[in-house]
């Protein structure tokens, strides 16, 4: 069974940095590509980061824009999201996911689990 519990979230200001964590299980990273999505107050989910198994990442450059990078530690399978320069529309639950892809800006996956709570204040 494939899991993914996200976790790191947390109130931070405006131009601040915070790393997010994504532990996950039932799955090794040579089988799924592993990414994030969010979701606002209000707004649609919209993809974040993916992933692949030679640690290539794509990400959404609508608003990643070189703030944020990802990582992984394949010994704890856990992936992590390193957001920096936040902005208060950065707010959002952040969730991972596991077999994503990010195509010409069209974000799928196919699992995703809990997510984790962002808030940037001004």
């Known amino acids: 069974e494939v899991q993914l519990q996200a976790s790191g979230g947390g109130l931070v200001q405006a131009g601040g940095s915070l790393t997010l964590s994504c532990a996950f299980s039932?799955?090794?990273?040579?089988?799924?590509?592993v990414g994030w999505i969010r979701q606002a107050p209000g707004k649609e989910r919209e993809g974040v980061s993916c992933m692949n198994s030679i640690y290539s990442t794509t990400y959404n450059e609508d608003f990643v824009k070189g703030r944020f990078t990802m990582s992984t530690d394949n010994a704890k399978n856990t992936v992590y999201l390193h957001m920096n320069s936040l902005k208060p529309e950065d707010t959002a639950v952040y969730y991972c996911t596991a077999a994503c892809t990010f195509v010409s800006g069209i974000f799928e996956y196919m699992f995703w689990g809990q997510g984790t709570l962002v808030t940037v204040s001004s």
């Open positions: 039932g799955f090794t990273f040579d089988d799924y590509t």
